[in-house]
């Protein structure tokens, strides 16, 4: 069946970076587009962008352009999202998704388990 | 951006009631709009894609309705099952934005 499967939970130093992967199976990683999206505690959801998995092309949503990169490695079906010079108000979930697409119409389907990224000094 | 707002922010029923969750978007989407299930500590689950369409798998006793600015859920009749945050979704415009929630616990 179509998965995802992430990453475990990080620990970091304000400062450090952290790299949270995404690996795909039950269908092939470049016929989808990949969101990722992001949950602090207690809060909603927030869409950070996309990776183009043909192309290896990513779009940031405002509010994650600089210190937020996501990336992909086809060979391994594995999406990855990296976050630099990390900030407390960074903690939070991140979830990746496929984006699915049928039509003109979009959604997020299915999401991986979660990946729990804490930072703390 | 496009807001979403959902209401109620929260509700609390009996098992085999009735329950409705509102979304409005701050100006129409038309039917480009998603529902999302999300249970505590786990993923959300997509429930509803084009405001109506039930995906597969997805109880009959989920509907979604509406179109322009103004969308619902409704599940029929509430099992304890169905404990958990819901979360609609606009895709008509970019960045695509979530409601804030709505928690759904039984009485």
């Known amino acids: 069946q179509v998965q995802l499967v992430q990453s475990g939970s990080e620990l970091k130093k304000p400062g450090a970076s952290v790299k949270v992967s995404c690996k795909a199976s039950g269908y092939n990683l470049t016929d989808y587009a990949m969101s990722w999206v992001r949950q602090a505690p207690g809060q909603g959801l927030e869409w950070m962008g996309w990776?183009?998995?043909?192309?290896?092309?990513?779009t940031y949503t405002q509010g994650f352009t600089g210190r937020f990169v996501f990336s992909l490695d086809t060979s391994v079906s594995t999406t990855y999202l990296q976050i630099t010079s990390l900030k407390a108000e960074d903690t939070a979930v991140y979830y990746c998704a496929r984006l699915y697409a049928s039509s003109t119409f979009h959604w997020f389907d299915p999401w991986g388990q979660g990946t729990l990224v804490t930072v703390s000094s | 951006d496009i807001q979403m707002t959902q209401s109620p922010s929260s509700l609390s029923a009996s098992i085999g009631d009735r329950v409705t969750i509102t979304c409005r978007a701050s100006q129409s989407v038309r039917s480009y709009l998603n529902w999302y299930q999300q249970r505590p500590g786990k993923a959300p689950k997509l429930l509803i894609s084009a405001a109506s369409s039930l995906q597969t798998g997805v109880p009959s006793t989920f509907s979604g309705s509406g179109s322009g600015t103004d969308f619902t859920l409704t599940i029929s009749s509430l099992q304890p099952e169905n404990c958990a945050t819901y979360f609609c979704q606009q895709t008509f415009s970019s960045p695509w934005t979530f409601g804030q929630g709505t928690k759904v616990e039984i009485k």
């Open positions: 990776i183009n998995t043909n192309t290896g092309n990513p």
